[in-house]
Structures are given as C-alpha cells and as structure tokens.
C-alpha cells in the first residue's frame, strides 16, 4: 500500500460516510477526519429558508473543509476524510445555484474563493463514492431524526443524486470506488465489508 495515504468518502446527506469513515478509518488505523454538521450554526437555518442561507452555509463548510485539509497536508500517516472538499463546490454549491437557492454573485464569489483555497491543497489518492437512492436516503434520515434535517425535500435529495453522479462521471484522472449501498448493512454484511476493504486495500497498492 502507498504510504500515508488519503482517502476520501463521498456521496449523499443520509447514505452513511460517517459510519463507513469511522469503520474503514479503524480497521487500517488511519486517522479520521470528520464533517461539522451538529455543531453547524447555519444548517437549521438553512433547511427552513434556503435562499436566505445557502452562502452562509456553503462559506461555512468550506472553511471547516479547509482547516481540516491543512491538518491533512501536514499529516504522517495515513487519513480518511468524510466527504472531500471538492463535493462542496462540484455538488452542493453548484446545485443550490442551479436551483436559484444561490445568486450569480454569490455563486462566482464562492467559486473564486474555493479557487484560491484548494489549489495548494493535496488531493486524495482514492475517493469511495457511497450511493443509495432516494427513497433509501430518506428512510435513513428519518431513522437517525435530526431535528435540522426534518425539513429535507425529496427533490432536493434527488437533485444532489444526479450531480454526484455527474461528478463521478468525469473523475477521469482520480481513482474512484462506487459502493451501492441500498440494501447494505454495513453492520450485518460483513462479507461485502470484507470485500470492499479489500477493494480498497487492492487500489491502494496500484
């Protein structure tokens, strides 16, 4: 395996990358970086009113994103990363502008400023794309009952869906695994866990 190496999660609110980070983080001892989503002061907000809030937001994650890039550049060992900087601007960012939940200025601003932080930045080695449709992400954020994440549409879910797939799609020059995990219990399968950390192990050594 390459040595320190940086591997970051990907995909969907509600398809289980924590879970998964935590998991794969400990069976290779790498360390594990994590999202801020309960301690965000914005994401309450935001579900009740996403015009108004969206570029607080996004300018939020970014900049937590960030800090934790600037740990992992300067890191030994090997890292795992629950949801890579990139997803900001190539989903979520770009989905709220496309659906008028961000203004044009607001948009180009957020681009510049993402620009001007990541190019310096260490990309991952290896993104693992967990995906899981929509009726399944669903039933996962009702089940783990946020108070901030009652007021997800299923639209908005679904439109997220779409441009991760897109995103997938033209990381040509990054290796990716896709995981399908509808119907996968991590917890429970842990014969498909064994092939995917194998998988990931296999990547990895390439």
Not at 44 to 65: A, E, G, P, T, V
Not at 97 to 123: A, C, G, I, P, V
Request: net charge negative; glycine share 4%.
């Amino acid at each position: 395996m390459i040595s320190n190496p940086f591997v970051g999660i990907a995909g969907n609110i509600g398809v289980g990358k924590t879970t998964f980070t935590e998991i794969v983080g400990k069976h290779f001892g790498w360390k594990e970086f994590y999202e801020s989503v309960a301690d965000n002061p914005y994401l309450d907000d935001f579900y009740r009113d996403m015009h108004r809030w969206s570029f607080n937001l996004q300018i939020y994650f970014l900049h937590h994103r960030f800090a934790g890039q600037v740990e992992i550049n300067n890191s030994q060992g090997g890292v795992i990363q629950d949801r890579t900087i990139y997803e900001d601007v190539e989903i979520f960012a770009k989905n709220l502008h496309k659906m008028d939940y961000m203004t044009d200025r607001d948009w180009s601003t957020y681009q510049n400023l993402f620009k001007n932080m990541t190019q310096f930045l260490k990309k991952p080695d290896l993104i693992i794309y967990i995906k899981a449709s929509t009726d399944t992400l669903l039933s996962r954020i009702h089940n783990r009952d946020r108070d901030f994440e009652r007021e997800i549409s299923p639209e908005y879910l679904h439109s997220l869906n779409i441009s991760y797939d897109k995103w997938i799609n033209n990381c040509k020059d990054q290796k990716v695994i896709t995981i399908e995990s509808d119907g996968f219990n991590i917890f429970k399968d842990n014969e498909k866990l064994q092939t995917i950390l194998k998988e990931i192990e296999t990547e990895l050594n390439q």
